[in-house]
């Protein structure tokens, strides 16, 4: 079981909004810098939002992040057939001197 | 453009050690004020991070393979390794490597940019 919490699956059909949430405590996302991953199937993981909100060169601004105190949110706006795949979260505690990332979320794009 | 490559034997038999190498080509390892990770996926399930090392060699592990995980960097020839001791079925899985840069706080291990395609690891006899 994961520190950092997601919900297992979402879906939203194409040109939708869809959120996807990852919780965790005080000695990890509310004071560090939380970052999301997407993984297509069979493929490695790939940035798309880092330091809680930024999105690296070519992430469209579809990808948007956001964080209130121990949570931490991924959005997509007009959702697309490519953007089926799992999102994971990801961030460092400082209690237990480590990296954790979320149990993951597959996104369906109905 | 930065590019990670995993290598080494896809299949291990179980106690023995699992050795993987991540080769960084179109940049230095050297210098680069990063963390090389090494980050793990069982078939079917989710991330786990294994540890990671700087380019001035500083390491952290994951407590929880800290006893059996040894991570090191090889500057001349831009690459670093993973060394897993005494596997089990239970580390059977695609290994990744990646770089955590440094962040606009100046922390570290916050994000991963750049990745490996990853390498399927087998613990069996």
């Known amino acids: 079981q994961s520190v950092l919490t997601q919900p297992p699956s979402v879906s939203a059909a194409p040109g939708q909004t869809v959120t996807i949430s990852c919780s965790g405590s005080?000695?990890?996302?509310?004071?560090?810098?939380v970052s999301w991953y997407q993984q297509l199937p069979g493929t490695a993981p790939k940035l798309v939002i880092y330091?809680?909100?930024l999105r690296p060169s070519g992430i469209p601004d579809r990808f948007s992040g956001s964080k209130s105190g121990t949570s931490a949110t991924l959005g997509i706006t007009g959702l697309q057939t490519g953007d089926e795949a799992d999102y994971y979260c990801?961030?460092?505690?400082?209690?237990?001197?480590?990296?954790?990332f979320g149990g993951g979320t597959k996104l369906t794009v109905l | 453009q930065l590019q990670l490559q995993e290598s080494g034997p896809g299949l291990v038999k179980p106690s023995e050690t699992l050795s993987l190498t991540c080769a960084v080509s179109?940049?230095?390892?050297?210098?680069?004020?990063?963390?090389w990770a090494w980050i793990r996926q069982p078939p079917g399930k989710g991330l786990e991070w294994i540890g990671s090392?700087?380019?001035?060699?500083?390491?952290y592990y994951n407590a929880s393979l800290k006893s059996r995980v040894t991570v090191s960097v090889d500057t001349s020839k831009n690459q670093f390794s993973l060394r897993l001791t005494s596997v089990t079925a239970a580390d059977t899985a695609v290994y990744y490597c990646?770089?955590?840069?440094?962040?606009?706080?100046?922390?570290?291990?916050?994000?991963?940019?750049?990745w490996g395609q990853g390498t399927l690891v087998t613990a069996s006899s």
């Open positions: 330091e809680d909100n």
């Open positions: 090392i700087h380019d001035r060699g500083s390491t």
């Open positions: 179109g940049g230095s390892i050297r210098g680069s004020d990063s963390y």
């Open positions: 990801a961030t460092w505690d400082t209690s237990l001197t480590t990296v954790l």
């Open positions: 990646a770089r955590a840069p440094r962040d606009s706080s100046g922390y570290y291990l916050r994000s991963f940019d750049y």
């Open positions: 005080s000695s990890n996302i509310a004071h560090n810098y």
